[in-house]
């Protein structure tokens, strides 16, 4: 069978296995269909899906030397049993019933084992002297893993090519997908912050109507009004806001994402290991749509891999200068997610002075803890600010607010945690069940978001921690994501559906140096076995990362364009009418319509510009009212039909008019 049939087929499988799941815009876990789903809307994904198997199944027969080869490099039992229950673990959500999830498992494993066999099949069909020639023209332009000697033709403009391509693309994730808003609640919130801070403000004066300017994470306690997020990435996105381009913030942080991963990877392994990983990096949909959001997770990576960057030219450069920006770095994640500095710097310190690390002194580290003492200090008079107690966070007050003092917090017991997210966290307290399925959810979404790939993400990674080969280079990857991954343990909540496993991002990064470590140590390995077996694992990864961008991306648009109701219907009911110097009264029940309009408000409610406001309470509206003199009126509402759209109901009325 020619090898573009093959390849044709492998995008008619994945696109049908995307047909089979609901991934709704809404904050759920996604999930293939029922059987009984799948039956009433027809079997053309399954009849795909099963010749795809076949076919893959047909082809490999063919080849069976290769598979015999790659089989004894890989017949280690007990590690291959423990790497198939990782799969099995991560290859689906537990569902409302035992026999679903059993439905899904098994939808599951028939969906990975289809893709990885026809991916396998289509790179075993491609002809062995186009697969072995290709890497010495590849290597011509590009240094890959291993090579010694002067930098390639294209090595120097890769990794600025490539941090171009993920600033373009998270611009247009931000832009089409996202339509230029926080679609998250906590993004709203810290959007809000980041909009009162680049005014100058630690915070605002209570709003002439709380309920009239309500969103999720934010708290107005009668003399302040503040979002309740750490100050550290509404700082940051503040220049945004300043610069009237706070949506292409985190597109950029993603782009400096790719440049810092390319210089630590270059540093800690080769050059090669480091384009490998960055181009990898290029086409996760996790990376790009997390790069479109406005979350703080893309911040904290960059903070994370300036403090990994720092102390690697600490071993050779001037160490108290390179030693105190790492603290400093870790200092400003303190500011951005405290948890994260919690997990992280103790690996990156460890590491740094440690016998498979840097080998720093210990004196080293005095500028490290001093500044990054004197960064994350910071904390104290902002806190001390905002609640009146250095020592209680926003947050914690926030959620002490919400939903009961000390429900939100780190440990285990039955009190922890709170039952408004039955989904997202479905048994009372928290302790090991509670562990098991947040790893769970995680691992899933981890496996398929982190690349796109049908045969799920983490297969590369697994296949080469059943064939061995790993050394003390790796420590650091490995160390970090599971420094994540476990760390986040002790906490109640898993971080839910919203743009993947976004508790675990800091894993990002190390899972694709260890990807593109597992595709070198499998060549290696493969490459023992003859018949030009390694050059054939690049092929696998190069066609799995081509059919799972060209398929994922377009497809999570779906999800992510109007995700969880907020959308761009009320900026450009603005544009059309241009509202200007106006008070707008929200009416609708959803409070998705007001959290698009909340964040469209100006840095604060005396500013000029279109002012928002939740028309909730009737008899609020008088005092709304005289609290904006001089802004004319408008209305918009949604009907109270379902599927009535937002529509511009009155307006311009006088400024002083009491909307009907």
């Not at 047909?19 to 994904?45: C, E, M």
């Not at 940051?236 to 292409?248: C, E, F, K």
């Not at 960057?309 to 450069?317: F, P, T, Y």
């Not at 914690?396 to 003092?405: I, N, Q, R, S």
């Given at each position: 069978m020619?090898?573009w049939l093959?390849?044709?087929?492998a995008?008619?499988?994945q696109?049908?296995a995307l047909?089979?799941v609901?991934?709704?815009p809404?904050?759920v876990?996604?999930h293939?269909?029922t059987w009984p789903?799948?039956l009433?809307?027809?079997?053309?994904?399954?009849?795909i899906i099963?010749?795809e198997?076949l076919?893959a199944?047909?082809?490999?027969?063919?080849h069976?030397?290769v598979i015999?080869w790659?089989?004894r490099?890989?017949?280690?039992?007990?590690?291959?049993?423990l790497?198939?229950g990782i799969v099995?673990?991560?290859?689906f959500?537990?569902?409302?019933s035992?026999?679903r999830?059993?439905?899904?498992a098994?939808?599951?494993?028939?969906v990975t084992?289809?893709?990885?066999?026809i991916?396998?099949a289509?790179t075993?069909?491609i002809?062995?002297?186009f697969?072995?020639s290709?890497?010495?023209?590849?290597?011509?332009?590009?240094?890959?893993p291993g090579?010694s000697g002067?930098?390639?033709?294209?090595?120097?403009?890769?990794?600025w090519v490539?941090a171009c391509?993920?600033?373009?693309l998270g611009?247009?994730a931000?832009?089409?997908a996202?339509e230029r808003?926080?679609?998250?609640?906590?993004s709203?919130?810290y959007?809000?912050?980041a909009?009162?801070?680049?005014?100058?403000r630690l915070?605002?004066p209570p709003p002439?109507d709380s309920?009239?300017?309500?969103?999720s994470?934010t708290?107005?306690d009668?003399?302040?009004w503040w979002?309740?997020?750490?100050?550290?990435?509404?700082?940051?996105?503040?220049?945004?806001?300043?610069?009237?381009?706070p949506?292409?913030?985190?597109?950029i942080?993603?782009g400096i994402?790719?440049?810092?991963?390319?210089d630590?990877?270059r540093?800690?392994?080769?050059?090669g290991t480091a384009?490998?990983?960055v181009?990898l990096?290029?086409?996760?949909?996790?990376l790009?749509y997390?790069?479109?959001e406005?979350?703080?997770?893309?911040?904290?990576?960059?903070?994370t891999?300036i403090?990994?960057l720092?102390?690697?030219?600490a071993?050779?450069g001037?160490?108290w200068?390179?030693m105190a920006?790492?603290g400093?770095?870790?200092?400003?994640?303190?500011?951005t997610?405290p948890?994260e500095?919690f997990l992280?710097?103790?690996v990156?310190?460890?590491?740094?002075?440690?016998p498979?690390g840097?080998?720093?002194?210990?004196?080293d580290?005095v500028?490290l803890g001093?500044a990054g003492?004197?960064?994350a200090g910071?904390s104290?008079?902002?806190?001390?600010?905002?609640?009146g107690?250095?020592t209680?966070?926003?947050?914690?007050k926030?959620a002490?607010?919400?939903?009961?003092v000390?429900k939100?917090?780190?440990g285990?017991?039955p009190?922890v945690?709170?039952?408004?997210?039955?989904n997202?966290?479905?048994l009372?307290g928290?302790?090991l069940p509670d562990?098991?399925l947040n790893a769970n959810?995680?691992?899933?979404?981890?496996?398929?978001e982190?690349l796109g790939w049908?045969c799920?993400?983490?297969?590369?990674i697994?296949?080469?921690f059943v064939a061995?080969?790993?050394?003390?280079?790796?420590i650091?990857?490995v160390?970090?994501?599971g420094?994540?991954t476990l760390?986040?343990?002790?906490?109640?909540f898993?971080?839910?559906?919203?743009l993947g496993?976004?508790?675990?991002y800091?894993?990002?990064?190390?899972?694709v140096i260890?990807t593109?470590?597992?595709a070198t140590?499998?060549?290696?390995?493969?490459g023992?076995?003859?018949?030009?077996a390694?050059?054939?694992?690049?092929t696998?990864v190069?066609?799995?990362s081509?059919v799972?961008?060209?398929t994922?991306m377009?497809w999570?648009f779906?999800k992510?364009h109007?995700?969880?109701g907020v959308?761009?219907?009320?900026?450009?009911?603005?544009s059309?009418n241009?509202?200007?110097?106006a008070?707008v009264f929200?009416r609708s029940?959803?409070?998705?319509d007001y959290?698009s309009?909340f964040?469209?408000?100006?840095?604060?409610l005396?500013?000029?510009?279109t002012?928002y406001?939740?028309?909730?309470i009737p008899d609020?509206?008088?005092r709304?009212?005289?609290?904006?003199?001089g802004r004319?009126v408008w209305?918009i509402?949604?009907?109270?039909?379902?599927?009535?759209?937002?529509a511009?109901?009155?307006?311009?009325l006088?400024?002083?008019?009491?909307?009907?």
């Amino acid at each position: 069978m020619p090898w573009w049939l093959l390849l044709l087929l492998a995008f008619a499988g994945q696109i049908s296995a995307l047909a089979l799941v609901n991934a709704p815009p809404f904050a759920v876990y996604q999930h293939y269909k029922t059987w009984p789903d799948i039956l009433r809307s027809g079997l053309l994904p399954v009849t795909i899906i099963a010749v795809e198997l076949l076919t893959a199944l047909i082809v490999l027969t063919r080849h069976r030397a290769v598979i015999r080869w790659g089989a004894r490099a890989l017949a280690k039992p007990v590690r291959a049993v423990l790497a198939a229950g990782i799969v099995l673990f991560a290859s689906f959500v537990p569902a409302d019933s035992i026999v679903r999830s059993l439905q899904e498992a098994a939808t599951s494993i028939l969906v990975t084992a289809a893709s990885a066999l026809i991916v396998l099949a289509l790179t075993l069909t491609i002809p062995t002297s186009f697969t072995e020639s290709l890497g010495p023209r590849v290597g011509r332009r590009i240094s890959l893993p291993g090579r010694s000697g002067p930098s390639a033709e294209w090595d120097r403009t890769l990794p600025w090519v490539v941090a171009c391509w993920v600033v373009v693309l998270g611009a247009a994730a931000s832009w089409f997908a996202f339509e230029r808003l926080p679609h998250i609640d906590d993004s709203v919130s810290y959007f809000f912050q980041a909009k009162y801070f680049a005014a100058g403000r630690l915070f605002l004066p209570p709003p002439p109507d709380s309920a009239g300017f309500v969103v999720s994470q934010t708290l107005s306690d009668g003399s302040r009004w503040w979002g309740y997020g750490f100050p550290g990435w509404p700082a940051v996105l503040s220049l945004g806001a300043l610069a009237g381009l706070p949506w292409l913030v985190n597109p950029i942080l993603g782009g400096i994402t790719i440049l810092l991963t390319h210089d630590v990877v270059r540093r800690l392994y080769d050059r090669g290991t480091a384009n490998v990983t960055v181009l990898l990096l290029g086409v996760s949909p996790w990376l790009i749509y997390m790069s479109g959001e406005f979350m703080a997770h893309p911040l904290s990576v960059v903070l994370t891999l300036i403090a990994i960057l720092s102390l690697l030219r600490a071993v050779a450069g001037t160490r108290w200068a390179w030693m105190a920006l790492a603290g400093a770095s870790l200092g400003a994640l303190f500011l951005t997610r405290p948890i994260e500095a919690f997990l992280v710097a103790p690996v990156v310190v460890g590491w740094a002075i440690g016998p498979f690390g840097a080998r720093l002194r210990l004196r080293d580290l005095v500028p490290l803890g001093a500044a990054g003492a004197l960064v994350a200090g910071l904390s104290l008079p902002y806190t001390n600010a905002l609640t009146g107690d250095p020592t209680y966070p926003p947050h914690t007050k926030w959620a002490d607010a919400t939903w009961g003092v000390g429900k939100d917090r780190i440990g285990f017991g039955p009190d922890v945690g709170h039952a408004a997210w039955p989904n997202i966290d479905p048994l009372p307290g928290h302790g090991l069940p509670d562990v098991v399925l947040n790893a769970n959810k995680n691992l899933f979404m981890t496996n398929f978001e982190l690349l796109g790939w049908g045969c799920g993400s983490l297969l590369l990674i697994l296949a080469a921690f059943v064939a061995g080969g790993w050394d003390r280079r790796d420590i650091l990857a490995v160390a970090l994501a599971g420094a994540g991954t476990l760390g986040y343990s002790v906490y109640w909540f898993n971080g839910g559906p919203d743009l993947g496993a976004r508790y675990w991002y800091q894993a990002l990064v190390p899972l694709v140096i260890l990807t593109a470590r597992a595709a070198t140590l499998l060549t290696d390995r493969m490459g023992d076995q003859g018949k030009g077996a390694g050059p054939r694992v690049a092929t696998f990864v190069v066609l799995s990362s081509f059919v799972g961008f060209l398929t994922v991306m377009p497809w999570r648009f779906g999800k992510y364009h109007e995700y969880r109701g907020v959308s761009g219907a009320i900026r450009r009911l603005a544009s059309a009418n241009d509202f200007g110097h106006a008070l707008v009264f929200i009416r609708s029940a959803d409070r998705e319509d007001y959290q698009s309009a909340f964040s469209l408000n100006p840095a604060t409610l005396a500013d000029s510009g279109t002012v928002y406001v939740w028309d909730r309470i009737p008899d609020a509206r008088t005092r709304i009212i005289a609290a904006f003199p001089g802004r004319t009126v408008w209305i918009i509402e949604r009907g109270a039909v379902p599927g009535d759209t937002l529509a511009l109901r009155a307006g311009p009325l006088p400024p002083g008019t009491l909307p009907p």
